[in-house]
């Protein structure tokens, strides 16, 4: 199978990372803003439900529509003085601590990596935005092209509400990681409707919602956790359309084409791990004096480091591809082996698409 980004690969200890150091490959990646996404557009003459599912989402999605400028309380404090999520979840202040680094600094080098980490979120929302946005042309039923316009207005407030929070509560957006940026790219190039849903909507909504889960469980802050749990609410409406569009794209696919979805899904989530978090620690790791090689080193060589590393994971990606039968005996050693996958965890989790239309 082949790796993405295999020109940036190297061993640390035994883990495989990606790792871009060379600046101006990165601000040239930046710089690339054009991508061409081949679109086929559908017309359909069948505007009664034919989707049953499908249409009972859309319907909860009107539902559950808010105003990220009249429905937050934008007065509410967020200070850098105090802890917005609790120590234990940054890394940064865990860095800061085991260098003897005063109180003040950890808790700078934490709101500065929770503004690098909502960067990133907020330039994954633009490109959900933009694939949504296509999935309106390329689906050909009335009710995939109505949940998938009422995703785009949904996509377009997570923008506006992430994106306004940096700039009035954090001070900061950061720019769009090397590593992030290839990957959005090909999920915006990704050439058919399964490939492009399989990649927005099960996997980076999937992976969306359990980084979300796991801020709002560590959140200090009332504005932060309010903000996140209205996003969140959005995001497995979008995880659940994955699941029950994939859930008819892989009944009906050869296993050839069945075999290929899955390895995609593979090669996406093992870059997007690979780089653990090497982009931000090499940004932002010097300004605290913080050794990006060395931390990484050192976390994924701990004895529970797939049990940490997986939690985000096994929360809503990994049992919704599983079942979708997206991972199987070929390829399942393979996501335990990078730690994408642990036992014990998730497996019992509601499918998110359970979890919605119930
Ligand atoms: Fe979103
Ligand atoms: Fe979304």
């Not at 557009?41 to 989707?51: A, D, L, Q």
């Not at 503004?115 to 490109?127: M, N």
């Not at 036992?343 to 989790?349: I, V």
Request: aromatic share 8%; glycine share 6%; proline share 3%.
């Amino acid at each position: 199978m082949k790796k993405l980004m295999e020109d940036h690969r190297k061993l640390f200890g035994s883990f495989e990372v990606i790792d871009f150091v060379d600046e101006s490959e990165i601000q040239a990646l930046r710089a690339q803003t054009d991508v061409d996404a081949p679109l086929d557009v559908h017309w359909t003459w069948e505007y009664g439900s034919e989707v049953e599912e499908l249409r009972r989402l859309y319907e909860k999605g009107k539902v559950n529509q808010w105003n990220a400028e009249l429905d937050l309380d934008w007065e509410m404090p967020v200070s850098k003085d105090e802890w917005v999520l609790n120590p234990q979840a940054s890394l940064m202040a865990q860095g800061c601590a085991l260098m003897g680094k005063d109180e003040a600094t950890q808790k700078a080098a934490a709101f500065d990596e929770l503004a690098y980490t909502l960067s990133q979120l907020l330039h994954g929302e633009q490109a959900a935005l933009q694939i949504c946005g296509q999935l309106t042309n390329v689906c050909d039923k009335m009710d995939e092209k109505w949940y998938a316009s009422s995703q785009v207005a949904d996509e377009a407030r997570h923008v506006e509400a992430i994106s306004k929070f940096l700039a009035r509560k954090m001070g900061t957006i950061y720019p769009v990681g090397a590593t992030l940026k290839v990957l959005l790219d090909e999920l915006l190039a990704a050439e058919t409707v399964k490939k492009k849903t399989l990649g927005m909507q099960t996997l980076f909504e999937g992976t969306a919602v359990g980084i979300m889960e796991l801020m709002r469980g560590e959140s200090r802050n009332d504005f932060f956790t309010d903000m996140i749990r209205r996003i969140e609410q959005d995001e497995s409406r979008h995880a659940a359309f994955g699941v029950l569009m994939m859930r008819r794209v892989v009944k009906e696919a050869e296993p050839e084409e069945k075999d290929e979805l899955e390895d995609w899904a593979f090669s996406i989530m093992e870059a997007l791990n690979a780089n653990q978090q090497l982009d931000m620690l090499r940004l932002l790791g010097p300004k605290y004096g913080i050794d990006a090689e060395n931390v990484t080193r050192m976390f994924t060589s701990l004895p529970n480091h797939a049990e940490l590393n997986s939690l985000a994971f096994m929360h809503t990606v990994i049992p919704n591809l599983k079942r979708l039968g997206l991972i199987t005996d070929r390829t399942e050693q393979g996501w335990r082996d990078v730690g994408l996958m642990v036992d014990g965890r998730g497996e019992n989790a509601p499918m998110e698409m359970e979890f919605q239309l119930s």
